[in-house]
């Protein structure tokens, strides 16, 4: 691996993607500590080769890396290597106003900068195809970004949870009935979704009854009043109500023109 780099400058039309690469490159690092610094954008690193630690955060925790890993620095977050041996890695800094979003959805956490993957080849596949396009196409290469943050990590046990949850979510059950069908307490279950989601139990069963409904609604003929009763809603009104707040469309207007498809046999 040979020592390169190139900077970008996006202008601001591509800055409008709301995700943009700011630089690539590659590089090898000797086994010896580098001086501590903040960056004023967000970077991801993936290291092929070597083993150490990442000094990160105020408090200049320690972690261990070996590779293959992928970890993340953030702007204005501390942070200085410590190879044990030589490194080899790539690099990439981006930006752009859709990081607070990952950031707030769970991807990109400050709090633990070192991502453990089920698969490391993952993120390695996910990073040459970053490093290969950043350089000719920008729109290209914010979706290499979002492949590279969205990689998927280790399965934790919240993220089961959730999908439970989300199979529980059209029966009309208080959270607390929800946390006791799941075997858990209210507690858990709220770790699990904000650990899972960056989320609240309430918001995991709402969105998943108006991706329902969206769905009953374009794909069947079942009136309104149906659809609010199949997907947990008593009250008609009241489900019109929600769905035109959260869709930004009335039931009926979203049955209209939400849909490419035709309709499914009604139950």
């Not at 690469?21 to 690092?29: F, H, K, N, S, T």
């Not at 960056?39 to 293959?68: K, M, N, T």
Request: a positive charge; one cysteine or more.
């Amino acid at each position: 691996m040979e020592n390169w780099s190139t900077y970008l400058t996006p202008d601001p039309i591509e800055r409008q993607l709301g995700l943009f690469c700011l630089g690539v490159g590659e590089q090898r690092i000797p086994p010896a500590a580098t001086p501590e610094r903040a960056l004023g954008c967000h970077a991801a690193v993936f290291l092929h080769q070597g083993r150490g630690q990442l000094l990160h955060g105020p408090d200049r925790v320690l972690h261990a890396i070996e590779a293959p890993a992928l970890f993340w620095l953030f702007p204005g977050v501390l942070h200085g290597y410590r190879p044990a041996t030589n490194w080899q890695q790539s690099w990439a800094l981006f930006g752009g106003t859709a990081t607070a979003a990952l950031t707030h959805l769970g991807y990109l956490t400050p709090e633990t900068p070192v991502r453990r993957y089920a698969d490391p080849r993952a993120p390695q596949r996910a990073f040459a195809k970053l490093l290969r396009v950043a350089q000719t196409s920008e729109v290209q290469a914010a979706a290499a970004l979002y492949d590279l943050i969205a990689t998927p990590a280790q399965t934790e046990p919240g993220n089961e949870l959730v999908a439970q949850l989300r199979a529980f979510a059209c029966r009309p059950l208080s959270i607390p009935q929800y946390a006791e069908a799941l075997g858990v307490t209210v507690g858990e279950l709220r770790a699990a979704t904000r650990q899972a989601s960056a989320s609240t139990p309430q918001e995991v069963i709402l969105t998943t009854r108006m991706n329902e409904a969206k769905a009953l609604l374009a794909e069947t003929d079942l009136p309104v009043a149906v659809v609010a009763r199949e997907v947990g809603y008593d009250d008609p009104a009241y489900f019109s109500r929600l769905f035109s707040a959260r869709v930004g469309q009335a039931p009926r207007t979203f049955r209209r023109i939400g849909s490419i498809g035709g309709r499914r046999s009604s139950f």
